[in-house]
């Protein structure tokens, strides 16, 4: 059965305010030892693991050359390993080094406490609805980012 067009408009202003109040529901700048954007390609890329930092970039669906300056200040910053591709020794492979792994556990559980705090007022049966609802969106739409990821490749 097919979405009606109004329902799928309503699914992508709810889909987009979700995002943004979850981002500042769970974001406490002033807490994070680094921006949410460098949190989130440190995330990103402790989800792909070593990797090209092309391929990072084809995964975010942004171009290598935006990608290079957030790498560079994660490297300096020691959250990620940088180091020759033995492949290609003119690429680089990327990974998220020790000292980054224990940066994003302490900003999760941060933020899980958060959400916990935040969601204080439902039961475990919304909880499961949620990440049910959730996960299949998340499923659904994945392929989509991948189409897309190899379209701008």
């Known amino acids: 059965m ?53 391929e990072l970039a084809s995964e975010m669906c942004v171009s290598q050359s935006a990608l290079s300056r957030q790498i560079g200040e994660l490297v300096e910053r020691g959250y990620i390993d940088r180091h020759p591709d033995p492949d290609d020794k003119r690429a680089h492979r990327v990974r998220v080094s020790d000292t980054g792994v224990e940066l994003l556990r302490g900003v999760r559980d941060r933020r899980a406490a958060r959400l916990k705090d935040a969601l204080a007022g439902w039961d475990e049966a919304e909880m499961d609805d949620a990440l049910r609802v959730l ?19």
Do not use: H, K, Y
């Open 2 to 54: 097919a979405v009606p067009s109004d329902t799928a408009s309503a699914l992508v202003d709810v889909i987009f305010m979700l995002g943004r109040t979850v981002r500042t529901a769970l974001s406490q700048i002033d807490e994070e030892a680094l921006p949410a954007a460098l949190v989130g390609v440190l995330f990103l890329l402790w989800r792909a693991g070593e990797c090209r930092q092309n």
């Open 135 to 153: 996960g299949r969106l998340n499923d659904t739409l994945a392929p989509v980012l991948t189409d897309n990821a190899r379209r701008t490749a």
